[in-house]
């Protein structure tokens, strides 16, 4: 029986195997780690955070890795999602649905609002390049997140209202569902790590195959180059349209997951931090390496937590290892340095056991005549 040679495989087939293998393990070491008590409380509360944390650095690297734009408002669609998710969940609390219904009709909902937020947003703000567009995208973010900070929802026996002030005409045994600045309160956590397993897994099909299909190839062309994309008849603006409202309804789903795994939850989480920080996942991680993201939003979410217990330096060691990673993984003479060391450990298939490999000496004049 041969062995699987991740090496010999296609780039798409090994960093789909790659990510998918990622994913996988890191969830059956956690649950049978969890199964035996050897899971600590704080990291416990931090496995629902990591999977929708994945799910936005994911989603935002179909943007920024893979069609090339930078998008600073990816907090804004996770508001959006969170909070969407929050009301379709707690209106459907008494209709004796079973929890897991419930939570994936809540996810649905994100999804779709978040991905209508992004066509909508996508249609001016992509015409736009570099700078210019980092701004408007961070503009609708933070406009998402204010008004999400002057909405009031609640629900009765008459349905759900919604106002911009505290004044609903709720009834005395209705429920207030949205409360402005407040956020959300008293939110059923339905959440689950296993339900945010499902959902990194939906995300990663779904960024993976777009990136192997025909739409995926014209729009990797888009990013490489505009004008030649255009000139072969390509609709630039429709292929960037379809990666950022994609990747807008999967920043949805990750809010909802998000939101679900809190009883309360204010709007100030989803400001510009927040999509700072998912940008530090992406480009960490590296950008359109997918595996790569997975493992920057897993470390970054576990390092502040981690560093708690040295709080008046926990952020300025933060931002050191920031640094030295970003040095580590974008130097070049590094990166010489460690092939050569993996040529000495193991040379290539080419050279005989035992012998060196011979250095190639360039033919001399007579030599080549």
Not at 231 to 236: A, E, F, M, R, T
Not at 321 to 329: D, E, K, P, Q
Request: one cysteine or more; hydrophobic letters at 50%; glycine letters at 10%.
């Amino acid at each position: 029986m041969k062995k699987l040679n991740l090496r010999n495989l296609p780039p798409y087939t090994r960093n789909s195997v790659i990510s998918y293998g990622i994913v996988t393990i890191g969830f059956v070491i956690v649950t049978i780690l969890n199964s035996v008590g050897l899971v600590s409380s704080s990291l416990q509360g931090q496995l629902v955070p990591i999977c929708a944390y994945i799910i936005m650095a994911v989603s935002l690297n179909l943007v920024v890795g893979i069609s090339g734009e930078l998008s600073l408002g990816h907090a804004g669609f996770m508001a959006a999602g969170a909070y969407t998710g929050i009301v379709v969940s707690g209106s459907l609390e008494a209709s004796g649905m079973p929890v897991m219904c419930r939570f994936a009709i809540a996810v649905l909902f994100g999804a779709v609002i978040a991905g209508v937020l992004g066509f909508l947003i996508g249609i001016p703000v992509l015409r736009l390049r570099g700078d210019y567009l980092a701004i408007v995208t961070l503009a609708f973010g933070e406009i998402i997140k204010n008004i999400m900070n002057i909405l009031y929802a609640g629900k009765d026996s008459h349905g759900l209202h919604f106002r911009t002030n505290p004044d609903l005409g709720l009834e005395p045994t209705g429920r207030m569902l949205l409360n402005g600045p407040m956020g959300a309160t008293q939110v059923e956590r339905i959440s689950t790590f296993t339900a945010g397993f499902v959902l990194v897994l939906l995300t990663l099909f779904i960024v993976q195959n777009i990136m192997n299909s025909k739409q995926g190839r014209a729009i990797m062309a888009c990013r490489d180059n505009r004008i030649a994309a255009e000139s072969i008849g390509l609709n630039v603006m429709k292929y960037k349209l379809m990666a950022f409202t994609i990747s807008a309804a999967l920043a949805g789903m990750g809010g909802t997951l998000f939101g679900l795994n809190y009883s309360t939850l204010l709007p100030i989480k989803f400001n510009f931090n927040t999509s700072v920080l998912i940008l530090v996942f992406v480009v960490l991680g590296g950008l359109g390496n997918i595996w790569g993201s997975i493992i920057a939003a897993t470390i970054l979410t576990i390092l502040p937590e981690a560093l708690r217990q040295f709080a008046d330096y926990r952020m300025l060691a933060y931002a050191i290892v920031l640094i030295l990673v970003m040095i580590a993984t974008y130097n070049p003479a590094l990166r010489a340095r460690v092939v050569g060391l993996k040529e000495k450990i193991k040379p290539s298939n080419d050279t005989p056991p035992g012998r060196k490999p011979r250095s190639r000496k360039k033919k001399s004049g007579k030599e080549g005549a």
